[in-house]
């Protein structure tokens, strides 16, 4: 006897999927490269090149975490206007978590646009210059940094 799987079930687990993988791999990476700013500019910069000289990275940052994060902000949106708090009514815990899952997930996507608007390395993944006087300029920036911070406080 076949299970039928209702679509929507079958959405929702494609939401949870194309926000956990593609997001771990890339805070990751991430986390790798910017690990290497520990030990000075050189490694860093070595870091930045040697990943940006991969010669499929572009197929891969468009298809393995642009496309899936864009269907995941799309498809939450989507959720979230269905959405029918009760917090009000019913003021238990779990309540007020699905209401503040909503709030920061719009706040996340507005920041998500606003990041990916103003940051022309986002455009240009495979710019080989020099990372390093870049990547100290946007952190010592105290509002940027600040911005940065509070970005990934709300994905967590």
């Known amino acids: 006897m076949a299970i039928r799987l209702s679509r929507t079930f079958v959405l929702r687990k494609l939401h949870q ?5 593609p997001l771990g791999v890339f805070l990751l990476e991430h986390f790798y ?3 290497k700013a520990l030990t000075g ?5 070595n870091a930045v ?56 997930g719009i706040v996340l996507f507005s920041l998500s646009l606003f990041t990916c608007s103003t940051s022309a390395l986002a455009w240009f993944p495979a710019s080989t210059r020099c990372q390093w006087p870049i ?7 105290s509002w940027r940094a600040s911005f940065a911070l509070f970005r990934s406080l709300l994905s967590t």
Not at 73 to 102: D, K
Not at 135 to 141: A, C, D, G, N, P
């Open 135 to 141: 990547t100290l300029m946007r952190l010592s920036i």
């Open 41 to 45: 500019p050189g490694d860093f910069n």
């Open 49 to 104: 090149k040697d990943l940006q000289s991969i010669p499929y990275i572009l197929f891969v940052e468009i298809g393995g975490i642009f496309i899936p994060l864009v269907y995941h902000a799309v498809y939450g949106l989507v959720i979230t206007m269905e959405a029918r708090p009760n917090n009000l009514a019913y003021p238990y815990a779990r309540n007020w978590f699905y209401t503040i899952q909503r709030i920061t």
């Open 17 to 21: 999927l194309s926000g956990i993988v």
């Open 33 to 35: 490269t910017n690990s």
